[in-house]
């Protein structure tokens, strides 16, 4: 089945510090990923949507400048978290719709849980 | 623009049934069903594409009424397995939108 796989899974980075989180689509392409954010025991939130070769689309409230998101091929999205302060501290999502047709849903990476200290 | 679901929680013992409702304020073009357990990253369960379609594996199944806007996810003769937090997602402009969650609780 579809795979996506997310690095790391967790980090505990400094204030200040920025922090790459990587997503990659190990046996089908991926054209569009999305990323949530999660706070615990809150639903997913949606923070913006790669697209492959072209700028991301982020969500109302959430600082481009702060999460930059880079899709730079068909399998590989990545999210920085620049200049990170204790409130980024969440469970980092990423997803993308499984190939194979509609009915298949969306496949999620294992997640990444950010602590900034 | 998130779909809302209930209850926010539930506690079942092993083998009784459970309902979770999700309604959105917008025509859907489809409806997903997750299951996330704690510390993991949300699992597909289902997707329901037209109005009136019902799907359903092992024990967990769904209904979808387009026309109300709702979907209904059907747990019967549960199993502690089943326990975690059951997440809609709808697909409005090609990007999923997730509601709060339901906290399942099965006990033996």
């Known amino acids: 089945g579809a795979v996506v796989s997310q690095h790391p899974s967790r980090v505990i980075c400094k204030s200040g510090t920025s922090v790459k989180i990587e997503c990659r689509s190990l046996?089908?392409?991926?054209?569009?990923m999305f990323w949530y954010r999660q706070f615990p025991k809150q639903s997913l939130m949606l923070m913006a949507t790669?697209?492959?070769?072209?700028?991301?689309?982020?969500e109302q409230g959430v600082e481009k400048d702060k999460f930059l998101i880079n899709h730079a091929s068909l399998t590989l999205s990545t999210l920085t978290v620049t200049s990170a302060h204790p409130e980024d501290s969440s469970f980092y999502i990423c997803?993308?719709?499984?190939?194979?047709?509609?009915?298949?849903?969306?496949?999620f990476g294992s997640g990444t849980r950010l602590t900034v200290v | 623009q998130q779909p809302v679901q209930s209850p926010q929680a539930v506690i079942l013992r092993e083998g009784e049934d459970a309902v979770i409702n999700c309604s959105s304020s917008?025509?859907?073009?489809?409806v997903h069903w997750y299951r996330q357990k704690h510390g993991e990253a949300p699992v597909f369960l289902m997707i329901?594409?037209?109005?009136?379609e019902q799907k359903g594996h092992d024990k967990i199944s769904a209904s979808f009424n387009e026309k109300k806007q709702q979907s209904s996810l059907y747990l019967t003769a549960s199993q502690l397995s089943y326990s975690g937090t059951y997440f809609c997602?709808?697909?409005?402009?090609?990007?999923?939108?997730f509601g709060a969650g339901t906290r399942l609780t099965v006990k033996p």
């Open positions: 790669s697209n492959e070769g072209s700028k991301a689309t982020y």
């Open positions: 997803s993308a719709r499984t190939q194979g047709g509609v009915h298949y849903g969306y496949t």
């Open positions: 329901l594409l037209k109005g009136g």
């Open positions: 046996d089908f392409q991926a054209t569009t």
């Open positions: 997602g709808t697909e409005i402009a090609h990007d999923m939108r």
């Open positions: 917008k025509a859907l073009y489809s």
